[in-house]
């Protein structure tokens, strides 16, 4: 029993002390003048940057903006990448036809197409959600399309043998079977969506978290704009740990199943 | 996680034999490959066909921006001609190369000893996993502060990029290996040198190359948007510049060259991978 409890707790508390020891460092280097605090800020400053902005409501403000843009963005990107990785898993020809496609589109730099994008779409968040469209669409259809492909053959050969037609072995075999695939391409695709929200703003927006790191950046407000970087790390861990919990949850149902 | 991993590993030559589509025609394998070649050339000539022809028909509305194939095809040539493409693919080269030798240097090591080591892990996995899942290139801007315009700046934008696949993938490796080869090992007298030189290491050297071959794909994003933000070399720098124009004819090809060179040492590596993978699948 207290071996279980250590053997738990240790990991949460190492990761603890880990973080303590990285924000004290972070204040001492600058307390002690090693490096110069208008360049770095301090945890201290950061704190007090935060009090600012959240009594004044310019963060939420922001904040606003950019999980508008990324919600768009990735409601579009799974709509896009869990259809076209249905359909390309699904049929054969269509996935050696359109294949290129797909890996180029995901190894292509397409944020260096946003002046295109800001010549169709004008500045603001129209553009960044194209921007984190074609970041996240590639990450959740591959994964979708790898799902459908790698269903167990055991599974359909039976549901062939009982005679399921088409639809029902999609429908009761095939779709459940590749969820947790789809799933963690939806974990890979929060994550880039978010990167293509920021990026986006940095080029293109009037407003949001990723506009203000780089509008702080140019005032050389350092303070502010460590803020903003935080804030949005904070924001892909918070909507990662999110879809793992999700993600879980729909893996531990097969784990019962086959169990 | 890992579970998800063991479950959804395919068997060998399962995908090619039974399609999960509609039941498949009796068709031979030959057939099959030569439709795998024949089809995504089709499609790209169509897709190439229709996109010439749409730019063509001046349409106005947003289909004046899209530029067309012929047109990204002379701006290429006009820029290796007039010797303004090569010295930009120079310095980006330099710079994703220097970036990413950093990372596997430092990363493979980091990531080894990470899972070597459980204190080590326990102490380090807690930030590196927030930096993990965080949007890195966030940094561009703090990063451009610290250390001003230039190729410093790039390099360490690729470096935080590219570095984390690498450090999670070697630790997965070491962690994942099996357990029952470590057991014979020790059994026959390993010690701890010979246990990571023999037994250890070679075990995580698959999962280290699928790092590697991710981080390029980071490394590559994080050296075109480096100079895009702010450089005055590079092919991001010149992306920007013709961006500024809107001169989308040059802005695509741009994009579509590094995507080549991208899907092409993509391609590469996912075939030195596969020989570690039909290796590893016997064990």
Known sequence: MSALRRTSLRPLLFGTISFAVLLLAWQLIVDLGLVDGFLVGSPTKVADALVDQVSSGVLFEHMKVSAYELAIGFGIATLLGVVGGVIMGWYDAINDAFDPFVWLGYASPLVALYPVFLLIFGLGAPTVIAIAVLLAVFPILINTRSGVREVDPKLIQAARSFGASDGQLFRKVVLPASMPMVMAGLRLGIGRALVGVVVGEFFVGDRGLGYS??????????????????????????????????????????????? | MTSLVTLRRPSV??????????????????????????????TLAIFLAVWEILSRLGLGGFVQYISSPSGSASALWTMIENGELWPSVRVSVVAFVVGFAISVGIGIPLGLAMGWNRTVREFLEPPLMAFYVMPRLALLPVVVVWLGIG???????????????????????????????VQVARSFGAGRRDLFRKV?????????ITGVRLAIARGILGVIVAQLYVSTVGIGHLIAVYGQTYQTDYIVVLVLLVGLFGYAVNLALQRVEKRFETWRGTA
């Open chain 2, 151 to 181: 190729t410093a700046s790039t390099i360490v934008i690729v470096v935080v990029d590219a570095i984390f696949p690498v450090i999670i993938n070697s630790m997965a490796g070491i962690r994942n290996a099996d357990a029952k080869l």
């Open chain 2, 13 to 42: 030559g399962r995908r090619t034999e039974s399609g999960t589509g509609p039941p498949p025609a009796a068709r031979s394998a030959d057939r099959r490959n030569r439709r795998r070649w024949a089809l995504p050339l089709l």
């Open chain 1, 213 to 259: 790191v780089a509008y702080y950046a140019g005032l050389l407000r350092t303070t502010d704009m460590i803020l903003q970087v935080v804030v949005i790390g904070a924001i892909g861990v918070l909507l990662t740990q999110l879809l793992s919990m999700l993600e879980r949850r729909i893996d531990s149902w097969r784990v019962e199943v086959s169990t």
């Open chain 2, 200 to 208: 250890l290491f070679p075990a995580s050297v698959p999962a280290i």
